[in-house]
């Protein structure tokens, strides 16, 4: 393994078989977005695509998404140009165990190393956010962003990109819980003071190893929705919930990748699944990518919805709070834990 790292590599069963490729005969939906920008459009059909996406697999692309490809394209060019930076630079925005922002190269999925380095950032600076895991701590702390010098306006293009795509986050939720037979703006109270979302720019560079390695390992998302803008060397793959494959996600130009997650879950209560997924890397390019995590207020409990309930369908879950399940994840995320990293599960009310 020369120099690798043992830190990377997967244990034997979660490696991923690079070939031969799985032939890709049943593909994640693409579902165009053209009918919200029309005076006259009907989104029934709309809402109807986006539900049955979201029980067949958890994920979709969406295309005539409304956020500008040049918008998009500086983006992607000043997160390129910070990650080009010598490491000592970065360093100066590394994020450490007080501030969770910033610049990182050790992060770890389920305990194994990712092969990536990322850079994250608040979509609201100075959010509030619990000052510990801890559940009987009640303190709260101030979250503040931290900006490279280099390039000198990657700031304000990440401030612009962030509301971009916060309004079709915004877009998508509101179908989703159109699709859920809730009114359009049932969730938005929860986000629209101090949501917690965050962006992040995840660089995978090429790998020495990557039968043994993976750019992110498997895992779900554990905010409201993800909204993920990849570049055309692909590497993300999905668990197909019918027989548990890893399905990879087609690069589409100028495409947003959504994926519920295990917020959707809760509220839905299992209707949607917030479903795994992971990224493998490759030998000769590096690849980039753009999530957006729509996380809500720190203070939201997370429950699922009162009216979707009944005597068939009574509730799978206790309620939780985002903000200590959000700092309790990530808290994991920072290093190698011997407790299994929190998971919605650990919810489950007994049926
Ligand atoms: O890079 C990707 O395609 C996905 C990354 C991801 O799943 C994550 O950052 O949560
Ligand atoms: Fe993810």
């Known amino acids: 393994m020369g120099e690798v790292d043992p830190g990377f590599v997967q244990a034997i069963d979660q490696r991923p078989k690079l070939k031969p490729a799985i032939p890709v005969d049943d593909e994640i939906p693409v579902i165009d977005l053209s009918v919200l920008s029309s005076s006259h459009g009907d989104t029934k059909q709309l809402v109807s695509e986006i539900g049955h996406a979201c029980q067949k697999w958890g994920f979709f692309q969406v295309v005539n998404h409304g956020v500008p490809l040049e918008l998009f394209q500086r983006m992607e060019e000043v997160g390129k140009r910070f990650f080009e930076l010598p490491l000592e630079e970065k360093k100066k925005v590394k994020r450490d165990m007080v501030n969770a922002l910033g610049y990182h190269d050790g992060e770890h999925t389920k305990n194994v190393?990712?092969?990536?380095?990322?850079?994250?950032?608040?979509?609201?600076?100075?959010?509030?956010?619990?000052?510990?895991?801890?559940?009987?701590?009640?303190?709260?702390?101030?979250?503040?962003?931290?900006?490279?010098?280099?390039?000198?306006?990657?700031?304000?293009?990440?401030?612009?990109?962030?509301?971009?795509?916060?309004?079709?986050?915004?877009?998508?939720?509101?179908?989703?819980?159109?699709?859920?037979?809730?009114?359009?703006?049932?969730?938005?109270?929860?986000f629209k003071d101090h949501q917690t979302s965050l962006i992040r720019f995840n660089h995978y560079p090429p790998c020495p190893v990557p039968h043994l390695a993976l750019g992110v390992g498997r895992h779900k998302d554990a905010g409201a929705l993800t909204v993920l803008a990849q570049d055309d060397v692909g590497g993300l793959q999905v668990r197909r919930k019918s027989d548990g494959e890893w399905i990879p996600v087609t690069p589409t130009p100028n495409a947003y990748i959504i994926n519920v997650g295990d917020m959707v879950q809760v509220w839905s209560n299992d209707k949607y699944e917030s479903v795994e997924h992971r990224v493998v890397v490759n030998s000769e390019r590096e690849r980039f990518s753009i999530p957006f995590f729509f996380f809500p207020a720190h203070n939201v409990m997370v429950k699922p919805l009162e009216e979707l309930l009944n005597d068939e369908n009574p509730a799978k879950y206790r309620e939780y709070n985002w903000g200590k399940f959000f700092a309790t994840r990530n808290r994991s995320d920072f290093k190698k834990l011997d407790v299994e990293n929190i998971q919605i599960h650990h919810f489950r009310l007994p049926q």
């Open 113 to 190: 190393r990712d092969w990536k380095e990322v850079f994250d950032f608040l979509v609201e600076d100075m959010t509030m956010v619990p000052a510990s895991h801890e559940p009987d701590d009640k303190e709260l702390r101030i979250l503040t962003n931290q900006w490279p010098q280099y390039p000198p306006e990657f700031r304000e293009v990440c401030q612009e990109y962030a509301r971009a795509v916060e309004k079709l986050a915004y877009k998508l939720l509101g179908l989703i819980a159109l699709s859920l037979d809730q009114p359009e703006n049932k969730f938005n109270d929860f």
